[in-house]
Each structure stands twice: as structure tokens, then as C-alpha cells.
């Protein structure tokens, strides 16, 4: 049997014709009409006005936290259950992570340890320099309490918004909310650019800025001046081929990945210790991946067995994120906790989600799950 994935690239005859496309324009390089339109995509599928287009959602954190102004020894509020880049990117401009856990509402930031933080923070003159807030498995935060709290104390907030592109909150859409926002185009994502990511932005001053620093700080003229340290990190012209021609079928890719996580809570919803990730008042989650947690007492089994169940049959799955606070390289970091991230980890559970995942595939996850419960 072939293997099933937990969320394999989607790429379609159109993506393929604008790559080849692209490439026969011969502008192989960073720059090119095809960046220059994913950009203004980029920007009106966020509601941003201005958008940079990167080589991974990585090189747009730590870009962001850069045009920020986040140096050596600030501190950074951070999601604690997340992937490890939310938090690596900190940790390359010298500032130190705080994590924050979750609310079991959305499995997002808690926006009232947040505030809690912060209300400390403050009575101790150690405020943050900025907070990024983590829209988990294709979830938005509650970026109304979350950006209140942070405009309350100054503080500035950044949008990881690398799972949730085509999410909404309150009819926004994701990449909208804070002062930067970060998208991540991995192969492993609702759109692809095999690897990349964007930087988007309301101020044009911090997005050129961004797009500067990402050409390895180029200044304008003959020769080559430089007066700050710059990355490569500028996203290739044939990339962005492909990230456009895949941004025309958001829509159709997040409705597919829904369906997937409405069969799934209809054929095991039911069963025993079996909980879904909550979609939270106001928002519209893409269910980039579908997580669900195993109550091993009445479930009479655990997350970790049915995965290596499924791992038995060629099926892909994996546990939610380990937090970070979990993690031997953040062990010394700050934490404000309610436990909730950590109960997650010990019984979370994510299933194959892709959008090129077919109904027989998923009935056969769904049956193979239901053979490891006993049911």
C-alpha cells in the first residue's frame, strides 16, 4: 500500500504550467515578475497593504523581530506550544523567549496569562519588546484581547500566522492582525513554495526595510555598499510561480482539509476519551492539520499507540508539538503556565490532513484508527 502522509505537497497541473512558465522567462534569480505578484497576492489575501516574499517562514520571523528592533537581552513573549522556529528566531537576534501556554479553548496563546504577564512585567520594569502571538494547526488566535492587552503596555505583537493562512477571525483574515504578521510556504502547508515564507506588513517603511535587509542590505548604486549586516533570504522568482499559481486555490484546498476534519469528527467523535481540537467562538480554522487528544482511561488506549497502529498500516501521524518549555535547548527559559500545553503533548495526536488526501484514504485512517480503540 502506498503511504499516506500527514500533509504531503499538493501541486497541480497549473502550478506546473506557471513554474515552467517562469522559467522560461529566464529570470531564475530572486527578483522577477512572478515575486513581484506573489507579493501583491500575499498582501490582499492578508488585508495588508504591503507583503515580502522570503525562503521560509523561519527567515520572516527573524526578519520580523529585526524591523522590530528586538536586540540582545529583550525579552520576547512567545507561545509555548508551537514549532521550534516561533522561538529559534528569538534566540538569533540575542532576546530571550518567555512562553506563554495555552487556552484549552483554541489551543492558542491563553489571552489572560498574557495579560497576567505583562500586568507583572510591567510592575517590575521588565515589559517585553514584543510578543508573538502562534495560530496553531490552521487556528487564529484571539488577537481582540490579545492586541488590547499588547497596545495597553506598548508592547508590539507579531502574527505567526505559518499554519493558518486562509483562517479567519471575526471575518478578518489571518496575517492581518499585530504589527508584523509571518507566513510560511514549507512543503508541508495548505499552499507551497516547496520552501518559503512571506513578511507582511501595514507600514511600508518596515517591509522595504525587510526586503532590504533579506538582499543582503544592498544599498543603490554601481558597486556593491553595505552599511548594516543583510540575509539571504529573498525568495527565487521560480518559487513564486508556484506560490502564485497555488494561491489561487486557497479556497478550494482549505475547503477539502475542513471536509477532511468533518469526517473525521463524525466517525470518531463519539468514541470513548476521544476530544477534537476545538474551533473557537469567531473564528474559521483551515484544519491544517487535524489534532485530537486520547483520554487513555476511557479510551482503553493511548495517542502514542494508535500512532504506531497507523505507523503499522503506512499511515502517517504525529504527536502535537512538544512546548517548547519541554524542550532541553529552552529548559532555562521563563514560563507562565496553567499546565494546559503539557496535558496536550501527553495525549495529542495530529492526522493525515493533506489536500490530496482521497475519501478512501481517509476512511481507511478512520478504520485503522477505530481497529486501535477497540471499536
Given at each position: ?41 500575499l498582501a490582499a489575501t492578508t488585508g495588508r497593504a504591503y507583503a515580502c516574499a522570503l525562503s521560509s517562514g523561519t527567515s520572516a520571523l527573524h526578519l520580523a523581530l529585526v524591523v522590530a528592533g528586538v536586540e540582545a ?77 499588547c497596545r495597553e503596555y506598548g508592547v508590539l505583537l507579531i502574527e505567526d500566522a505559518a499554519e493558518s493562512l486562509g483562517a479567519s477571525y471575526r471575518q478578518q483574515p489571518a496575517g492581518s492582525f499585530g504589527d508584523l504578521a509571518v507566513l510560511s510556504f514549507n512543503g508541508n502547508k495548505i499552499i507551497t513554495t516547496s520552501g518559503g515564507g512571506a513578511l507582511v506588513g501595514s507600514d511600508q517603511a ?170
Amino acid at each position: 500500500m502506498n503511504r499516506i502522509y500527514l500533509s504531503p505537497p499538493d501541486v497541480r497541473e497549473e502550478d506546473r504550467r506557471q513554474l515552467l512558465e517562469a522559467l522560461d522567462s529566464g529570470w531564475v534569480a530572486p527578483v522577477g515578475t512572478a515575486v513581484d505578484g506573489f507579493e501583491h497576492d500575499l498582501a490582499a489575501t492578508t488585508g495588508r497593504a504591503y507583503a515580502c516574499a522570503l525562503s521560509s517562514g523561519t527567515s520572516a520571523l527573524h526578519l520580523a523581530l529585526v524591523v522590530a528592533g528586538v536586540e540582545a537581552g529583550d525579552r520576547v513573549l512567545v507561545s509555548t506550544f508551537t514549532f521550534a522556529a516561533s522561538v529559534n528566531a528569538i534566540k538569533y537576534v540575542h532576546a530571550e523567549p518567555a512562553f506563554i501556554d495555552s487556552d484549552p479553548n483554541s489551543w492558542n496563546m491563553d489571552p489572560d496569562l498574557l495579560a497576567e504577564e505583562l500586568e507583572e512585567s510591567s510592575r517590575r520594569g521588565r515589559l517585553p519588546k514584543a510578543v508573538i502571538a502562534v495560530d496553531v494547526y490552521g487556528q487564529c488566535a484571539d488577537y481582540d484581547r490579545i492586541t488590547t492587552t499588547c497596545r495597553e503596555y506598548g508592547v508590539l505583537l507579531i502574527e505567526d500566522a505559518a499554519e493558518s493562512l486562509g483562517a479567519s477571525y471575526r471575518q478578518q483574515p489571518a496575517g492581518s492582525f499585530g504589527d508584523l504578521a509571518v507566513l510560511s510556504f514549507n512543503g508541508n502547508k495548505i499552499i507551497t513554495t516547496s520552501g518559503g515564507g512571506a513578511l507582511v506588513g501595514s507600514d511600508q517603511a518596515d517591509i522595504d526595510l525587510a526586503r532590504n535587509l533579506a538582499a543582503q542590505a544592498r544599498e543603490p548604486g554601481p558597486h556593491y555598499e553595505h552599511s548594516r549586516v543583510g540575509y539571504n533570504y529573498r525568495l527565487s522568482n521560480l518559487l513564486a510561480a508556484l506560490g502564485r499559481a497555488q494561491l489561487t486555490t486557497l479556497p478550494d484546498r482549505v475547503a477539502t482539509r475542513r471536509q477532511h476534519n468533518e469526517a473525521y469528527r463524525a466517525a470518531l467523535g463519539s468514541l470513548p476519551g476521544f476530544e477534537f481540537m476545538p474551533e473557537a467562538a469567531d473564528c474559521e480554522s483551515t484544519f491544517w492539520l487535524t489534532a485530537l487528544t486520547v483520554d487513555p482511561d476511557p479510551a482503553g488506549v493511548d495517542s502514542e499507540s494508535i500512532r504506531i497502529h497507523l505507523e503499522e498500516h503506512n499511515i502517517e501521524a504525529r504527536p502535537v508539538w512538544k512546548p517548547m518549555h519541554q524542550q532541553p535547548v529552552f529548559r532555562d527559559c521563563e514560563f507562565r503556565s496553567r499546565g494546559v500545553a503539557d496535558a496536550l503533548f501527553a495525549k495529542g495526536l495530529c492526522l493525515p490532513s493533506g489536500s490530496t488526501l482521497s475519501p478512501a484514504q481517509r476512511d481507511l485512517v478512520i478504520a485503522t484508527i477505530q481497529e486501535a480503540a477497540g471499536s
